[in-house]
């Protein structure tokens, strides 16, 4: 669980910085906004990073503020991809820049709008951080007598498992970049018995969708390549025999695979 929202908050952290460079794309007040979920969310990374290097299950307190971290970065990075998104550049020429400005003025209602929003998160996420404090959530005590070096999970060690996190984040960010199309580079990381019927169930989600990074499912595809990889890596959680049931279901109901995947994924990796 601490991976997968180290992961979540990294991958927000990266939107912010994009976001926070392209000064003129941004409202007034927007970037000291943006810049103090950036500072908040960067501690709170910090303090992740030292959970996901604990051998040790974590405690209720631990798991429910992860939860409330995890779930706040998905909807801010949703908020800022879409404030963004919402306004791109102008083209060159006098009746390029006309047009861009009518498009600004068109837009700027819901502009602010988003920009409500991201004041009312950069108060959520301060919240979330005194939160922490208040309720006494801390990093678990290492154990005396156990070398940095010792095996935490199937036979891997500590860098082990944070090298092999990292790897994931580049690959699943090459795939994102690439609009999600095949996923090819996070599945190429899976480990072989799982990677077939993974790729199965991707292409039972493609089906009824064209890839793109908006879409249910190519939201469904990265979600459940978060899951596997941090599972794997992490507790186990999700094992074949759950994924070739999501595979055989969804040959009788397509339909309903999105919400099955989001409710594998979501049960398994919120414990």
Known sequence: MADLTHGAVDSLLGVLSEAIKDEAKLLSGVQGDM????????????????????????????????????????IAQDCIELYVRDLPPPDRGLLAKVRHGVVLLRKMP?????????????????????????????????????????????????DELNTARENFLRALALDMDAGGASFQNALALLPEDIKSVTQDIQVALTKEYEMDQDNPATICVEMLHRALHVSHQGQGRVNREELEKLSA???????????????????KLSR
């Open 35 to 74: 810049q103090f979920i950036k500072d908040e969310m960067d501690s709170m990374n910090g303090f992740l990073l030292h959970l996901t290097k604990s051998s040790d299950d974590h405690d209720d307190q631990q798991r429910a503020w992860m939860k409330q971290v995890r779930e706040i970065a998905y």
């Open 110 to 158: 819901a502009r602010h709008h988003l920009a409500t929003r991201i004041r009312d998160l950069k108060v959520r996420v301060r919240d979330v951080g005194e939160r922490r404090q208040r309720y006494g959530v801390t990093v678990p005590e290492v154990k005396r007598g156990k070398p940095t070096t010792s095996v935490v999970h199937g036979g891997k060690t500590a």
């Open 249 to 267: 279901a969804s040959k009788y109901d397509v339909m309903d695979l999105p919400k099955q995947v989001m409710a594998l994924c979501y049960s």
